[in-house]
């Protein structure tokens, strides 16, 4: 177990979306650091414990669908019986889809903003509403995107949550700071993971855009994400609230030309 000021012993973190790609890598290098780990999914548990090498102790998994507000309620209840109340709530559920406008289906837009944005609304209140009852500071950290800044081409509907998804943490941020509760953002860039990973593989188009927009030239890796999921989680971020932090290969810089 790593120890200094990155030390997350005796704290309990909550990881909604936590059974994807870059959620088994953010739990399993907050676990490295003495963390207690409850992933919220809606995988298979046993396919998310293979992943994290078969934890034991200090770990839960939740299986719940966090579109509704009940069951939302019902996970920080069953990870606070498993593990005890959550110091952090990390809300990283989401998924991306893809596809140009105007072609991008009203019922796609729906579910995209039903788990992208709905779902942080409602765990973070839910977990809110429990550190104001109990007297306790908490923290709550929103994943957000580079694309919450950039119109990226056959992705706008997922920018256009993922900038929902920063103005509502900074919202938090703001109301809640008085009873100590903060709230901070993760705005990854292009992640070798999941759709992306996919896109880069299968679509030669958005590999060249892909390859053009990152100018340190190669896709970022999962762990890049999960090093700064550690540091906000740890005590050297204390003193940061309505931050986001824009971890993106530089691709938030670069001019979009007509070009891509």
């Known amino acids: 177990m790593n120890t200094g000021p ?5 704290r309990t973190i909550m990881l909604t979306g936590g059974a994807g790609a870059l959620g088994i890598a953010i739990a399993a290098r907050l676990r490295e650091y003495g963390a207690g780990i409850a992933i919220v999914d809606v995988a298979e548990e046993t396919t998310v414990r293979r992943a994290l090498g078969d934890p034991e102790d200090g770990f839960a998994y939740v299986h719940a669908d966090l579109t509704s507000a009940e069951e939302a309620t019902r ?17 990283h559920a989401g998924v991306a889809r893809s596809a140009a406008l105007p072609e ?4 796609d837009f729906d579910a995209l903003h039903q788990l992208n944005v709905r779902s942080g609304f ?60 903060r709230a901070n953002i993760v705005a990854p860039g292009i992640v070798d993971a999941g759709m992306a ?5 299968t679509e030669p188009d ?4 892909a390859s053009r927009a990152v100018p340190l030239g190669y896709l970022q890796p999962p762990e890049s994400v999960a090093d ?7 005590p050297m971020a204390s003193y940061m609230t309505g931050s986001t932090l824009l971890v993106d290969g530089g691709a938030g810089l ?7």
């Open 6 to 10: 990155l030390n997350l012993t005796g």
């Open 206 to 209: 958005y590999r060249r855009r």
């Open 75 to 91: 996970a920080v209840a069953a990870v606070t019986e498993a593990l005890g109340p959550p110091d952090t709530v990390c809300c």
């Open 104 to 107: 991008f289906t009203v019922e």
């Open 254 to 260: 670069y001019p979009m030309d007509g070009d891509t």
């Open 197 to 201: 990973r996919h896109q880069w593989d």
């Open 228 to 234: 700064t999921f550690l540091f906000l989680c740890s």
């Open 122 to 181: 409602v765990v973070a209140s839910e977990a809110a509403r429990r550190w104001i009852a109990d007297g306790t500071r908490g923290h709550l950290v929103f994943t957000s995107s580079w694309v919450q800044d950039v119109p990226w081409p056959g992705v706008t509907p997922y920018a256009a949550g993922k900038a929902a998804v920063r103005a509502l943490a900074r919202g938090f941020a703001r109301e809640l700071a008085p009873h100590g509760i």
